[in-house]
């Protein structure tokens, strides 16, 4: 079945210890998104690809990084994490990112992060 | 991308029908209207998408007036596996969806 896979589902990483999470997609849609959803927050948008273009949110710190080697793969990097960022990571993909909210994103089910 | 305002919580009973409204005053002309579910640890996934009027797929309906400064989404027959955070959006494309609180649904036997 075409969908978004995360991996790991769960990744502990120490202060300082720069991680790597990865998403993959197999509908091979042009646009992939990260999110941060701590808990019991709504997802946040850190940036996104829009094939090899990528566009990052004012707001979202320089200590988060992202990767699209390919249309198939989009990594976030995260080089010193901090106990604030201790959170769920959502990667998403939509076909094209049309306007008007019409195209519909599809979400892999997550990569929760714990900080030590 | 417009505001959206929604109930924080919800609380319903197993085969009851479930409404959840969501208002968006500043909703653009070309913006559609999408709802997003959410269960405990595990990514949003989509629901309903409309434009105007009324939209029905298997899963659920969304009510939307002439106005549309406003939907309504419609569960029938809820049971205890639709308890999640349903999540209301206006607009939105290539530059992300900015989620609002969304509406944490709970559903008792």
């Known amino acids: 079945d075409a969908m978004v896979i995360q991996n790991p589902r769960y990744q502990v990483t120490q202060f300082g210890k720069p991680v790597t999470l990865s998403c993959s997609q197999t509908?091979?849609?042009?646009?992939m998104y990260w999110y941060q959803q701590k808990s019991s927050q709504a997802p946040k948008l850190l940036f996104h690809?829009?094939?090899?273009?990528?566009?990052n949110e004012a707001d979202t710190p320089d200590n988060f990084q992202s990767r699209r080697p390919n249309t198939s793969f989009c990594f976030l990097d995260i080089r010193s994490p901090g106990l604030g960022d201790a959170a769920m990571y959502l990667c998403a993909t939509s076909r094209d990112g049309s306007a008007a909210g019409v195209d519909t994103q599809y979400f892999g089910p997550g990569t929760r992060l714990t900080v030590l | 991308l417009a505001k959206t305002t929604q109930p924080i919580s919800m609380d319903s009973y197993e085969g009851q029908e479930v409404n959840i409204t969501c208002s968006h005053n500043?909703?653009?002309?070309?913006?559609?209207i999408t709802w997003y579910q959410q269960f405990p640890s595990q990514g949003p996934r989509f629901i309903i998408q409309g434009y105007k009027t009324k939209v029905t797929n298997e899963v659920a309906s969304l009510f939307i007036p002439a106005d549309r400064k406003s939907s309504t989404l419609s569960l029938p027959r809820v049971s205890l596996s639709d308890t999640a955070v349903y999540y209301c959006?206006?607009?939105?494309?290539?530059?992300?969806?900015?989620f609002g609180k969304g509406t944490h649904l709970i559903i008792q036997p």
């Open positions: 959006l206006a607009g939105g494309g290539a530059d992300g969806l900015t």
């Open positions: 500043n909703i653009a002309t070309n913006d559609y």
């Open positions: 690809y829009y094939d090899k273009d990528f566009n």
């Open positions: 509908l091979n849609h042009n646009v």
